[in-house]
């Protein structure tokens, strides 16, 4: 039998494409806003996109929960959805207008050469009250739901209302959380670029979601 | 030569305290033994209320001393009522099924073993990871409680079907607190496992070290990716449907009650709910649950094998590839379970196709195991018993699915002991010889330690041998009629089958009495077994490249380059006839295989 | 302690004195209309079972004897009679025997001991579907000793053999001793009732309740009869 | 220590498949019209699933025997074929045979579940509650009366829940504990579940069907066998699962017609 050689792999220490990237190899012990940009690989890249796809699976789970359980049966009972919803979902997509500013400013200022004080941290601020907002918000239609007598087991249309909405704002809840986290690392001056990316790629998708969902409320119940 | 690897900082530094250390560790290691201990403990606790089963099966009338201080009313001095054998039950199957195939040979050894392998110092989501194995922790608690609250754990069987599971106590005893407990632990289950595949799928996209490309991640890494891809989908499915039936239950919502049930002479206050929605969200996840609980076993014998043969398989890219297969079709099949459910029969010959075709990949797994063999220097132990063991049950039990994948037969042998002993063999235990034979392979590098091999193959061939005169009576009792989860057999037909239940259960008696063997080689091993070297089995991949145990960032302060190919046996290197992935050795080799 | 049990033996006393001046209470219940006629019960799922009845078992919900006397109605004193307080010490005692509860209709004292036995090949499901009391479901497989409970308040409760559907009795838990069940021709009798106003009421499970109001002044026995309208269906 | 593992799996694989080829466990004789196709497709995938659970075993014995704990000088060898080799063979063979066993498999399903019963095919209704199968038969107007949950009531066995009172047809319904049916003559099940999930199983009718709570389902089969059948509940349904079963009597349609009419003086 022919004998081969086998050769090593030629690698390029720098090259972190194609053959993994080390891991968080390059951390700088020392903090520091832009060293960390410039050092360090994402921790992670892809967790966000794995826990987007798991939590599009989740409510994919209810909508065919739904749409089953709606043609199960006669008992279905449509109502009008709560209008405040309409002004929810203004909320939440402004919110994620105003948490694209945000990154690019905090982008920016990674990027940049400016000083620790000029931190762009308030259109973060306003982004928070818009999340928090829209959780309000979505309490307050479950209010008038509750008045007008719906509640969560009066009609399977009204339990999928609170189950899928509650299980949205469960979802949101944790984008405020992500979003708190990402101020407080700002402000330290020990964020990652990445988790500021993984948060906003959340938090949109927290409103295209919610925009789902409300076609699907809109067209089902 | 490892030297030439990058210097490492760390996410996080070694802890000091004891709680930090041993109890809420971040530590991807501890966490791994600790998802073990967890395991074991589930699996004994498993395996004794099977004794109480199987006892009360082959002499129903018969008291088990003691039983009655468990549960008087279950067990009225020691005789075992028809819901506390059904309640044992569904215990069993929900212990095994979740708390042992899932988390030993995926969240155990993958927790431990992953990381390493693909050179990670730990998983991207240290917290998440505890997190992971404390939920999954409670959720165990939960479902234990289920046995000292109220009027004891449910009886539904480790499927539960609605509506049984949704119309509360009404249903019989432990269908009302009992199946809240289950549904509430299912559902922590399923947040614990999905940290787990968020944490499992980003360490082995993102931090692979320098070199190690996925095609060079070892199999028993691979198999724990596609492991946690399948979770990831089946886990996020199951959560929700826990949901509704607590809702059902605490809420008063009908999500899965029909209208105009009647129990007790009342008809039940649901109304409109659908029975079918819980199975086939049930099975959704239940079926790529098989392979949630079977894949990391491939992943982890391919592994061991490699190490043993001492020469590459015949394709790493096609067992890979099945593996791969196997996930997908996964989503693809749930519906065999549901022929005679009152689906659609057109529904059920869609389905039939797909679960026909994943014999498949599964018959090429095999064929390249069994075949790779060919022309090797198969070195034979307590791992590479059990990982042959392993292929031999995997047939076994795999065979049985060419019956249960058509719909025609599946009218003879649905619900019937021939299913009972399919799935047994083919995910119970070949899951469990592949757990043991991580065990045994994997035991030196976690301890420092070596495990008994006598031992080792005193419990392999107990285990075997017991296994098969467990499990393919079963098949023999399906054909022949056998109705599954049956307290007692009081139809006239069943009698003469008996029997043969007399022979399954004293079979159990010693196979289960073998396990103990186990325990104490464990346990003796960890204490007084012989110092292990780093690298006992002569082995490539990264885990046998650092120390025996491993430091707390697993590579001492440096993170490895990856030269080559994981299995590189078979080659003429400084070492012997093998190269270590971390070596930049340029090897020869007489034998190529691709 | 010790003060209570004297206390209680005084009132003991007291009472039995009373008991010499004591009245009593007898009838007979009837129907009017016809009754449905009982459905056979056919046993053959459980063939242990349907070996020990000669003639098929028909339906006990009913039960009629000679000139239209209703049985298992149960007579007792629903208001006027001090509840004696007294448990009996003696347990009552319901037999699964033949997949048949025996008796259909079992009278019993709040806090009385009931004991439950099963002398049949199969397991049994006792299930009083008790909506006052606390609801329990047990399983009593063959030769397993007997069930003892008792119930806390006074309660018409049905009991159910899950196992066996066609299985069906009655549980009369009475806070008072003073009850009869209508036997035969429908006769019932309460003895030893002490002068005073009285609410009798008879209960029967399927056509309800009547009362009717007595008084006893002295050493009398006094007739009251009981009429049901029978239902067809 | 390898020798004994390559001759235990074979000693198993022998001794397992021994039973099968004596039938020592076999179902029972089938008494239907539609069962001899499942059968037929039973013994067709014994063959094939028998054939490679030996294969499989004795091939990887055999590698075990001949390729453990060599001289460390020997030489590794490649298998010929290589993976191109074994996943073209699994393909083609395995692929081949399952959807061979899939296609014919088709026909058999279809008969049961797919072809509609014929229109003097006797219905009969079963109603599957906890534990017990009841059967009605719509007596002499050939009407089934109207099911009312709320008057079950089985202590004074209103079994089905019907309103003889109100309703005419419900009159003269037969409702008993036992199935009889006539000999060779289509019978139209009619499924309806009381309360929980149920299943219907008759080993020698070679049927199997689930109970669905709130949707009716059904049936259609001939027996050609008198005789006296088990019917059991193969879906987990409570406490008493284990002991829920009737009988099926297969009759001639004299004894039938006798059974009726005794069944309706009662």
Redesign the interface.
Known sequence: MASTLHEPPQIDLNDVLGAGNGGSINIPTDGGLRSVLHHSPAPSSSAIWVAMFAISMMFAAFTSALIVRKGSSMDWESFALPSILYFNTFLLLVSSVTLEVARRRVDAFMRGARSAAQRPTSWLYVTLALGLLFVIGQYVAWQQLRAQGMYLATNPSSSFFYVLTAAHALHVLGGLGGLIYITYKLSKLTLRRNTMVATARYWHFMGALWVYLMLLLWFKL | MHDMSAPVAHQHAPPTSFIRKYVFSLDHKVIGKQYYGLALLAAYVGMGLSWLMRFHLAWNSTAIPGLQFLSASGAPGGVMTPEYYLQLMTMHGTIMVFFVLTTAPFAAFGNYFLPIQVGAEDMPFPRFNMMSFWVTFTAFLVLMSSFFVGDGPTLGGWTQYAPLNAIGSVGGPGQGTGVVLWAVSIALFCVGQLLGALNFISTTLDLRVKGMSMMRLPLSAWSWFITSCIGLTAFAVLMPACILVILDHVAGTSFFVASGLVMNDQVLPHSGGSTLLWQHLFWFFGHPEVYIAIVPSMGIVSHILLANQRKPMLSQRVLIYSMGALAVLSYMVYGHHMFVSGMNPFSSLVFSFPTLVITIPSTIIVLIWTFSLYGSKLRINSASLFSLGFISMFVSGGVSGFFLAQPSIDIMLHATYFVVGHFHLVMGVAAMFGIFAGTYFWFPKITGRMMSEPLGKLHFWLSFVGAYCIFMPFHYLGMAGNVRRYSTFVDDFLQPLIPVHKFITIAAFVTGAAQLIFLYNLFYSRFKGAPAPDNPWEATSLEWSTATPPPFDNFGGKHPIVYHDPYQYGVKSSVGDYVMQTSPEQVETEFEEK | MRTKSMLVGVSTLLMSSSLMFAGTVSGKVTFTGTP?KP?????????SCAKQHATPLT????VTGPNNGLENVVVYVSSGAPDDGQVPAQAVTYEQKGCQYLPHVLPMHVNQELKITNEDQ??H?I?P?AKVNH???????????A?SEKYEKAEFI?V?C?????M?GVFAVMNTNHYDLSKGGGAFKLPNLPPGKYTITAWH??YGTQTADITITSNETKDVNFTFKAK?? | MARLFAITIVVIAILSAIPILRHTWVAPEDISTHGALIDEQMSETMAEAGISFLAAQFILAFFVWKFSNRAPDAKLKKFPGGAKGLVIGALLVVGIEVMALGLFGVKAWANVYLDAPSANAMPVQVQAGQFAFYFRYPGVDGKFGGLHPELINEGSQNIFGLDPEHDVDARDDIVAAEMAIPVNKEIHLLMHAKDVGHSFFVRELRVQQDFVPGLDVSLHFTATKIGKYEIVCTQLCGLGHYNMKAYLEVMSQQDFDDWLKKQAGQ
Do not use: C, F, R
């Open positions: 449905a459905k056979t019960i056919d046993m053959s799922k459980e063939p339906t006990e919900s009913v199969t397991s499901n299930h579907l609801e329990w479901n047990k399983s009593q497989p063959p030769g397993t000793p069930i049905s159910k899950n196992v066996h559907p066609w069906h499970e399927d067809a269906y």
